[in-house]
Structures are given as C-alpha cells and as structure tokens.
C-alpha cells in the first residue's frame, strides 16, 4: 500500500477537487466553439489552450505529488518537486484565459506574462522531481 505524508494527500484531494473546475471550463468551451458566446478565432484558441493545459497539468501535477513521496528531497526542493506543475497547472491556463479576456480581443493582453512564468515552474518543478528521483536511486 502506498502511504502518503499526510501534506501530499490533503493537496491530491484539493487537487482532484479542480478537475470540477475544469469541467466547467470545458462547457464554457463547448459554447465558445458551438458560437453561443461570441468570441474572436484568436479568443477560441487560447481558451482552447488555456482548457488543455489545466487539464494535462493537473493529472501531471497529481502525479508528481505521488513521485516526490519516493524522493529524499527536503524543504524548498521537496516543495518545488511535488508542486512545481500545479503551480504551471495555474498560472499557463491563467496566461492563456485572462489574456484573451475583452470583447473582440484579436491578440493577447500584459496577462499573457503569465505563460513563460508557469514554463518556469513547470521546467523547476519536473526537472527538480527528476533529480530528486535519480538521487534516490
């Protein structure tokens, strides 16, 4: 049986919480694409990619939360290693949303600064676990 600290599995529960969220997003989209909310062929494609990242960097991001149980990581690394991607998993569907937000929006707004800044944490998070995980080889 696979034990968790207990850190790990209070933030897997709230984690699989969001997929509701998600879900939501996802109907959000069906009326985007089916043109019962009027968006611009730009705005249709950043929710697209707003809706695809949150959802494979959440099942990414649970993931790593199991993985970094294997791990002698400890502080800061051990942090960055189990939630490195669910920050991502916040700040890239962040970028894409919040900066195609507005009225006939044909190129992204300032919020799109949130897209390199979750590629940072999602690069620190998976290359800090992976690390994490050879040590511990």
């Known amino acids: 049986m696979l034990e968790l600290t207990d850190a790990a599995r209070v933030t897997a529960?709230?984690?699989l919480l969001t997929v509701v969220a998600i879900e939501s997003g996802g109907y959000f989209l069906v009326k985007v694409v089916?043109?019962?909310v009027p968006a611009t062929a730009f705005q249709a494609s950043f929710f697209r990619a707003g809706h695809a990242h949150a959802g494979v960097l959440v099942v990414l991001g649970l993931l790593c939360v199991v993985?970094?149980?294997a791990t002698a990581l400890g502080g800061f690394a051990r942090w960055v290693a189990a939630t490195g991607v669910l920050v991502a998993a916040i700040l890239m569907p962040a970028g894409f949303f919040?900066?195609?937000m507005g009225s006939g929006r044909t190129r992204p707004n300032g919020a799109v600064v949130l897209l390199p800044a979750g590629a940072v944490a999602l690069a620190a998070g998976v290359v800090t676990l992976a690390v994490g995980l050879l040590a511990a080889a």
């Open 34 to 36: 089916t043109g019962r």
């Open 13 to 15: 529960g709230i984690v």
């Open 67 to 69: 993985l970094a149980e």
């Open 98 to 100: 919040f900066s195609a």
